[in-house]
C-alpha cells in the first residue's frame, strides 16, 4: 500500500536483501540518530511521536525506554517476535519481508535507551523468518550496522536472534526472559518490572516486532510526520490481520481511527455471500467479542475499550452465523487450556475445567445451569492470575455466554437430543464440526 | 526487601505496626490476621505468587493482591475479610481442589494438612465440578526415600523452589505444562540428594510423603519430642515423632540461629540406627574369651577394677557422640581418678592450649547468623557437606540471597567450589603457608592503601614480629610451598581487603598433622591481620570433625587441656597413646563412643596396640570388631533419642539433649553410669545426681559456662559468648589477643615423581549410621578415590574404574573418580567406610601411595 508506514516497500523483490533495504532508504535513520542525534534527543522523538506498543498494552513505547536507569549498568532490550496469540500474523510478515526494518528499529531504540545488548526472541514456530532474520544480521553485521562501533560512532550493540520452543506463555514478556535465560518459561511476579530487573536481572527494554519497525521511519521523518498518521492519542499507522470468515483474510496497514466496518467489509472483503457477521475479535483470540452492532466503532484503543473489548494485538478474527458459537469457546479453550503454563492455580485449574464443561454442553450432558457455573468460572479467573493468560480465555469466553446464552441453550438442547436419539457416545467423531453448522 | 524502618498500617481496621517493606502476609501476623497461604514460604527465598491463595485488598490498587509478595508501606490499608477478597479466596479453593483427590481418609497427611486446614477455613465449603479428575499412578517413588503422589499435589511450587535455590541440587523441576504440570526429575531419574527429606516437610499436602513413615500414624497417636540431632557436628535442632516409644520419624525444629529449619537426610532418616535391633542393649564382660552379657553390677565392678589396675596407664578417647557432662566426668576419671594425663577427643594430633584459646577468644567468635551478612566467607580446609552438611546450605544462601562472595581454600575438592568467587586449591600439609601468603598479602595491600605506613599503630602486639617474618620470605616462595597460583592468591587478598565482615568458615582438619599446631597459629594470626577481632559481625566458626568437637574441648576432653580450655598436665594424643600402648606404658584403654580401628588413622597399629592392652573398656551401641575382638567390658550405650545432657555447637551454642524414648532393654543413662564408676574409684560424685547438676560442676570449672544451667539453656541453646558472664569470664581466662609465635612455615611433604600424596577426607555417607539405618543403606558408599585428570591422565585411569591404592605393605580397593578441582600429585580416600576404609593407609604423616589399576 502506497500510504502504508511498514508494509509500504513489502513488494518490492528481495527486500530482505540490505542491498534493496538501503536502495529504498534503508539504515539511514540508524546513521541520522547515529551520527546526528545524541541518544537523548532520539528519546526524546520517540516520546513526541506517541508511538505506542503494539504488542497489546498499547504502553508509550518512548516513556517505556524513558524508565530505564541511567549509567554504567548493564542493560538489555529484548524484541518480542513471540507472534502467538491467534489471529495474529502481523509481525510474520514484518520480519519476513522487512527483516532489516526490525533490525534497524532495535539498534535505534538500543542506542536511544543505551544497551548493548539486544535479542529478538521469536517463536520457534516461525523457522523460516528466523533464517531470514539470521541471513539478515550477518549481512547487518558486515556492513557495520551492528556488533561493535556501529558506523564508526563508537556506539556498539550486539544482537540476537533467539528462537522459542513453541510457548505462547513465552510472549508474555516475564516468561520471555525466563526463557531467554534457559529457564522454563513461566511469568514472574511483578514487581519488579523488567524496566528496573529484567533479563539477567538488568534493567530490560522489551518491545513488539511492529513497535520497533516503526523506530526507524519516526527518526527518518520526525514525530510531526508521524503524528500526521493515525489519531491524537493513537498516532501512526496499525498493521492489523484480518482472519475468519472474510474473503480477503491478510494483513492491512490502517490508521487508527477509521470505522471497523472499513477495514472488515471493505478491506476484507466481509464474510462470503449471504452470510452475516456474527461475532467478531477486534484484538486477538483473548479480546472480548463483539457483535454487528459494533461494525462502526472507529478502530482504536479507546473505542474498542469503551466497547468492553480491547485492540490488542490488532488481529480481527471474524466469525459468521455459520458457525455455532460453542465450537469457537471450545476452540479457544483448548488453545489457552494447552498454552497455560501451569504455574497459578485460577488459570491452570480454571482453563482445564472451563474445557471439560464446553465439551459436555457440545456432548449434550449439560443444564442450563451448567452455563451459570461457567459463567461463574471465568468470573473467578479474571483478575486473580499471576499474568494475563487466564483472563486471556476466561474473558471471550465470558462474553460469548453473555452475549449469545440463547445460542449456548439452543445447542445444548440440540446435542440433547441428539444424544436421546443415539447419534453420539459412539465413538466416532463429534457431529459437531468445528467450522461448519451440525447436521 | 525490608528497610528496617518501622511504620504502621491498618489491616481490617486495627493498626498494625512493622518493619517497612515487610511482605503484607508476614506483617499481617503481627496484628494477629492469619491469611492462608501455599506456596509462600519465607525459607525459600522470594515469594512465587503461584498459589494465588493469600490474595487481599489494598485500598487504591484496583485488583486484589498477593500478599505474599506486597511489600507494606506506611499508610496502607489492608482488608481480608470483604467479600471480593473471600470471593477469590473461595474460588481459589474450589479450583484447588478441581483436581485433588480428595482421598484425606488413606491420606498419611490427613489431620496435618495444611490443604484441609485451609480448605475448611477458607473454602466454599461445596465443589461444583462434576468433571473427571486428572490420573496419575500413585504412588510411585521419587527416591528411595520419598514417595510421590501426583493426584494430591497442587503444584504450589515450594519442593521445586528448594531444589533449585535453598540445596541447589537442580534435580526437581516441573514438567509438561497447564494442567498437565507435574513434579519429577530429568528423564524420572530418582530424586537423589543430601537434603532431599526437606521437600516432605515443605510439602502442604500429602504428594510428597517420607516412605518410611508412610502408613506409620496419624497425627493423634503421636508425640513430640524436641532434642539435638547428634550425628554431625551441625547440631540441627530437631523434633523427633514418638510413638509408643518407638522414633518414627525425624522433624525440624526450626532455629534460624542453627539450622535455619532444615535438615540433611542422614539426620532425617538416621533416627533408625536408635531402633533396639542389633544394639547393645546390656553390659557386656569378656569371659573365657568372649563378651558375654553381664549385670550391671558385675560389669561396673570389672571397669573399677580393670582401670584401677592400669591407674596412670590409662587413655581415655572420647568420640564426638560424647555429652559435655560425660566427658567433664571421664576426664575426671582419668585424671583425678586414675592420676592419668591422657585424654584425647581428636583424631588429628597435638593441640596447644594457648592456640585453642586464640582460637576461641570471644572477640574471634562469629555466630551461625552472621554466615548470612558477610560479605566474604573463606571457608578453609573442610568441605561442609560431607563434615556438617546444614553448614553447606547456609553458604549457599549467603552467596544465592545476601551476595555473599565464597573464598574457598582448601586441599581437596569441596561442593561449594562451582559458587565460589576465587578457590585456592593448596597442597596437603601446604595449610601453614598458605595463610601465610595471605597475611603477607594483605599486609602488603594495608602498606600500600596506607602510603608506606606499616600500619602495625594499634595492631594487636606481635604485630611487628609477624611482618618482620614474613618480609623475610617472598610470596612467590610462601605460594610455590602451598602450590598455589599467586595471581589467585593476590585476588584472594584482594576481595578479602574490600570485603566488610568476613566470617572464616574452617575446617578442624586445619589443625591435623604435623604441622597442624603451625598451621591453627597461622590462622589466628590471620584473623588478626583481618581485623575480625574488632568487626561486629566478623569472626572465626570451627567445624570441628567430631559432632560434639567444641563441647568435648572446652570440657576438659583434649591432651594438655583442661575444662574451660585451661592449661592442665600435658598428656598423651589419641596416636600418642596407641603408640604408647605398643611398648607397653599404656596399659589399659577407656574408648566413650569411640571406635579406633574405624575412626582414626593407623588401623593396623590400632589393632595392635588394643590387642597389647591389657584392659579396654568401650560404650557402644553397636559392636565393631574394636569391642569384638578387643574389649574386656562393654557398657551400651544410649542413642541420641535417649540421651540427657548438653552439646556444645561449633558457633559455641550449648544445646540440650532431652530423652524423646525411654531406655531400651538394661541400657541405662550414660553419665550414670560414668559417675558410678568415679564414685567406685574413689572420687566424690555426690553432687552429681542428675545431668544438669553434673553441668552445674563443669559450669564452675570452665569459666565461659558460668552459671549457665539447663533451664537457661532451654529449647533453643545459648551460645556463651553471648552471655555476658560467659564473655568476660573467658576474655579474663584467655587473657589479651595477640600474635602468636611467627615460625617459618615449612615445605610442604612431597611425594616424589610418579607417587601420589595421600589425603582423607570424610564422607558424608561413611557412617555406621547409614549402616545401622535402613532406609539408608542404599546410599552406604564403597571408597572412591579423587584424581586430578592430569594424575588420571598419568595413571590412564578414567572415572569408574577400579583401582588398588597401596601404601607400605596396604592396600585399598577403590573406584576412581576424576574431578577437575582436584589437586594434582593428591590421591584423595573417604574415611571410615565399612570397606576399604582409608585409615587402613593413613597414619597421620605424609603417606605416598601407588594407583594401580586392579
Known amino acids: 500500500m502506497s500510504t502504508g508506514i511498514l508494509l509500504r516497500h513489502v513488494d518490492v523483490p528481495d527486500l530482505n536483501r540490505i542491498e534493496t533495504y538501503e536502495r529504498v532508504g534503508g539504515y539511514a535513520a540508524l546513521r541520522k540518530a547515529l551520527t546526528e542525534m545524541t541518544a537523548d534527543q532520539v528519546l526524546k522523538e520517540l516520546e513526541a511521536s506517541g508511538l505506542r506498543g503494539r504488542g497489546g498494552a498499547g504502553f508509550s513505547m518512548g516513556k517505556k525506554a524513558g524508565f530505564l536507569p541511567h549509567g554504567d549498568i548493564q542493560k538489555y532490550l529484548c524484541c518480542n517476535a513471540d507472534e502467538s496469540e491467534p489471529g495474529t500474523f502481523k509481525d510474520r510478515e514484518l520480519m519476513h519481508r522487512n527483516p532489516h526494518q526490525l533490525i534497524e528499529g532495535v539498534l535505534i531504540a538500543a542506542y536511544a535507551a543505551d544497551i548493548t545488548n539486544a535479542f529478538i526472541y521469536i517463536r520457534g514456530e516461525y523457522e523460516e523468518e528466523a533464517d531470514i532474520l539470521d541471513a539478515a544480521l550477518t549481512e547487518a553485521y558486515a556492513r557495520r550496522y551492528a556488533g561493535d562501533d556501529i558506523l564508526g560512532s563508537g556506539f556498539g550493540c550486539s544482537l540476537v536472534v533467539h528462537r522459542g520452543a513453541g510457548a505462547y506463555i513465552c510472549g508474555e514478556e516475564t516468561a520471555l526472559l525466563d526463557s531467554l535465560e534457559g529457564k522454563r518459561g513461566n511469568p514472574r511476579l511483578k514487581p519488579p518490572f523488567p524496566a528496573n530487573q529484567g533479563l539477567y536481572q538488568g534493567p530490560t527494554l522489551i518491545n513488539n516486532v511492529e513497535t520497533l519497525s516503526n523506530v526507524p521511519h519516526v527518526i527518518a521523518n520526525g514525530a510531526g510526520w508521524f503524528r500526521t498518521f493515525g489519531t491524537e492519542r493513537s498516532p501512526g499507522t496499525k498493521v492489523v490481520s484480518v482472519s475468519g470468515c472474510v474473503q480477503r483474510p491478510g494483513n492491512y496497514e490502517i490508521e487508527l481511527g477509521i470505522p471497523s466496518r472499513d477495514i472488515i467489509y471493505g478491506l476484507a472483503g466481509g464474510p462470503p455471500d449471504g452470510r452475516r457477521v456474527k461475532a467478531w475479535f477486534p484484538g486477538g483470540s483473548s479480546a472480548p467479542v463483539l457483535t454487528e452492532e459494533h461494525l462502526d466503532l472507529p478502530y482504536d484503543f479507546e473505542h474498542m475499550a469503551e466497547a468492553g473489548s480491547m485492540l490488542g494485538s490488532g488481529a480481527i478474527i471474524v466469525v459468521d452465523d455459520s458457525v455455532p458459537i460453542v465450537s469457537i469457546a471450545l476452540r479457544l479453550a483448548e488453545f489457552y487450556r494447552h498454552e497455560s503454563c501451569g504455574k497459578c492455580v485460577p488459570c491452570r485449574e480454571g482453563t482445564n475445567w472451563t474445557v471439560k464443561m464446553l465439551e459436555r454442553i457440545d456432548r449434550g450432558e449439560a443444564t442450563p445451569m451448567d452455563l451459570d457455573v461457567m459463567a461463574d468460572v471465568q468470573g473467578n479467573i479474571i483478575g486473580n492470575c499471576l499474568c494475563l493468560l487466564g483472563d486471556s480465555m476466561a474473558m471471550p469466553v465470558g462474553s460469548m455466554i453473555a452475549k449469545f446464552r440463547p445460542e449456548f441453550e439452543a445447542h445444548m438442547e440440540k446435542a440433547v437430543l441428539r444424544q436421546a436419539a443415539g447419534r453420539v457416545g459412539d465413538g466416532t467423531e463429534s457431529p459437531i464440526s468445528l467450522t461448519g453448522e451440525a447436521a | ?854
Open chain 2, 1 to 854: 526487601m525490608s528497610t528496617g524502618d518501622w511504620i504502621t498500617f491498618t489491616i481490617d481496621g486495627r493498626e498494625v505496626r512493622a518493619p517497612e517493606g515487610e511482605w503484607l502476609l508476614d506483617a499481617a501476623k503481627r496484628g494477629d490476621v492469619d491469611v492462608p497461604y501455599f506456596c509462600y514460604e519465607r525459607k525459600l527465598g522470594p515469594p512465587v505468587g503461584a498459589c494465588r491463595m493469600c490474595m487481599v485488598e489494598v485500598e487504591g490498587m484496583p485488583k486484589l493482591q498477593t500478599s505474599c509478595s506486597t511489600p507494606v508501606k506506611d499508610g496502607m490499608v489492608v482488608y481480608t475479610q470483604t467479600d471480593r477478597v473471600k470471593d477469590a479466596q473461595n474460588a481459589v479453593v474450589e479450583f484447588l481442589l478441581v483436581n485433588h483427590p480428595l482421598d484425606c481418609p488413606v491420606c498419611d497427611k490427613g489431620g496435618e494438612c495444611p490443604l484441609q486446614d485451609i480448605a475448611f477455613g477458607w473454602g466454599p465449603g461445596r465443589s461444583r465440578f462434576v468433571e473427571d479428575k486428572r490420573n496419575f499412578p500413585k504412588p510411585i517413588a521419587l527416591s528411595p526415600l520419598i514417595a510421590i503422589d501426583r493426584e494430591r499435589c497442587i503444584l504450589c511450587y515450594r519442593c521445586v523452589r528448594f531444589s533449585q535455590e535453598v540445596a541447589e541440587d537442580d534435580q526437581l523441576m516441573f514438567l509438561e505444562r497447564g494442567d498437565h504440570t507435574f513434579v519429577g526429575t530429568f528423564d524420572g531419574r530418582p530424586y537423589q540428594a543430601p537434603f532431599s527429606g526437606n521437600v516432605v516437610d515443605l510439602c502442604p499436602v500429602g504428594a510428597l510423603t517420607n516412605t518410611a513413615y508412610r502408613f506409620r500414624a496419624r497425627p493423634w497417636d503421636i508425640e513430640g519430642a524436641g532434642t539435638i540431632c547428634t550425628l554431625c557436628p551441625s547440631q540441627c535442632n530437631v523434633e523427633l515423632t514418638i510413638r509408643d516409644e518407638r522414633v518414627e520419624r525425624v522433624e525440624p525444629r526450626d532455629n534460624d540461629a542453627v539450622d535455619d529449619g532444615w535438615l540433611c537426610d542422614k539426620g532425617r532418616w538416621g533416627y533408625q540406627s536408635t531402633r533396639p535391633d542389633g544394639r547393645v542393649l546390656e553390659p557386656l564382660v569378656r569371659d573365657g574369651g568372649h563378651l558375654r552379657p553381664a549385670t550391671w553390677e558385675r560389669a561396673l565392678a570389672a571397669a573399677a577394677e580393670g582401670l584401677a589396675k592400669a591407674g596412670a596407664a590409662t587413655a581415655g578417647i572420647v568420640g564426638g557422640q560424647t555429652s559435655n557432662e560425660e566427658g567433664w566426668l571421664l576426664q575426671r576419671i582419668l585424671r583425678e581418678g586414675l592420676g592419668s594425663p591422657h585424654v584425647d577427643a581428636r583424631a588429628g594430633g597435638p593441640l596447644a592450649p594457648s592456640a585453642a584459646r586464640r582460637l576461641s577468644h570471644p572477640n574471634l567468635a562469629a555466630a551461625m547468623p552472621d554466615i548470612d551478612r558477610a560479605s566474604v566467607v573463606l571457608v578453609l580446609e573442610s568441605n561442609p557437606l560431607d563434615e556438617a552438611p546444614i553448614f553447606d546450605l547456609r553458604l549457599r544462601k549467603a552467596v544465592r540471597r545476601s551476595g555473599a562472595r565464597l573464598l574457598v581454600a582448601s586441599s581437596a575438592p569441596t561442593a561449594l567450589d562451582g559458587g565460589a568467587t576465587e578457590v585456592l586449591r593448596f597442597a596437603p600439609g601446604g595449610a601453614e603457608s598458605l595463610l601465610r601468603a595471605l597475611q603477607k598479602a594483605l599486609l602488603e595491600a594495608e602498606r600500600a592503601s596506607d602510603g608506606g605506613e606499616d600500619g602495625s599503630a594499634g595492631a594487636p602486639r606481635g604485630h611487628a614480629e609477624l611482618a618482620g617474618l614474613l618480609a623475610e620470605h617472598s610470596l612467590e616462595r610462601l605460594t610455590d610451598t602451598a602450590e598455589v597460583d599467586l595471581t589467585d592468591l593476590r585476588d584472594a587478598a584482594a576481595l578479602l581487603t574490600q570485603a566488610g565482615n568476613v566470617v572464616v568458615v574452617w575446617g578442624e582438619r586445619l589443625g591435623w598433622g604435623a604441622r597442624g599446631s603451625g598451621a591453627l597459629e597461622a590462622l589466628a594470626d590471620l584473623a588478626l591481620v583481618l581485623g575480625l577481632d574488632a568487626a561486629e559481625g566478623s569472626g572465626l566458626i570451627e567445624i570441628p570433625a567430631s559432632v560434639n568437637g567444641r563441647g568435648l574441648r572446652e570440657a576438659g576432653c583434649v591432651a594438655g587441656i583442661g575444662p574451660g580450655l585451661s592449661d592442665t598436665a600435658a598428656g598423651l594424643t589419641a596416636a600418642g597413646a596407641r603408640d604408647a600402648a605398643l611398648t607397653g606404658d599404656v596399659r589399659a584403654f577407656y574408648l566413650l563412643h569411640n571406635d579406633p580401628l574405624r575412626e582414626f588413622p593407623g588401623q593396623s597399629r590400632w589393632d595392635e596396640a588394643l590387642r597389647k592392652a591389657s584392659f579396654v573398656i568401650m560404650h557402644e551401641q553397636f559392636l565393631g570388631e574394636a569391642a569384638v575382638n578387643h574389649a574386656d567390658v562393654v557398657f551400651p550405650a544410649e542413642s541420641y533419642a535417649e540421651k540427657e545432657g548438653t552439646v556444645t555447637h561449633p558457633d559455641g551454642r550449648l544445646q540440650r539433649l532431652r530423652p524423646a524414648i525411654g531406655h531400651p532393654g538394661e541400657v541405662r543413662a550414660e553419665w550414670s553410669v560414668l559417675a558410678e564408676i568415679a564414685h567406685r574409684l574413689g572420687l566424690d560424685v555426690r553432687r552429681s545426681v542428675t545431668a544438669g547438676a553434673v553441668l552445674e560442676q563443669l559450669a564452675e570449672e570452665a569459666p565461659m559456662y558460668a552459671g549457665i544451667t539447663l533451664d537457661e539453656i532451654g529449647g533453643r541453646g545459648v551460645r556463651w559468648q553471648e552471655r555476658p558472664a560467659g564473655a568476660a569470664a573467658a576474655r579474663s581466662a584467655f587473657g589479651e589477643l595477640g600474635f602468636g609465635p611467627a615460625a617459618e612455615p615449612p615445605a610442604p611433604p612431597s611425594a616424589g615423581d610418579g607417587a601420589l600424596r595421600l589425603s582423607t577426607r570424610p564422607g558424608l555417607w561413611a557412617s555406621w549410621v547409614t549402616e545401622r539405618s535402613p532406609s539408608l543403606r542404599f546410599l552406604v558408599s564403597g571408597q572412591q578415590v579423587e584424581l586430578s585428570p592430569l594424575d588420571a591422565e598419568r595413571l590412564q585411569v578414567a572415572s569408574g574404574d577400579e583401582v588398588q591404592v597401596r601404601s607400605n605393605g596396604h592396600s585399598v580397593k577403590a573406584v576412581v573418580q576424576i574431578r577437575d578441582r582436584a589437586k594434582r600429585g593428591t590421591a584423595t580416600l573417604i574415611e571410615g567406610t565399612q570397606e576399604g576404609n582409608a585409615n587402613v593407609l593413613a597414619d597421620g604423616a605424609l603417606v605416598v601411595v601407588q594407583v594401580e589399576r586392579d
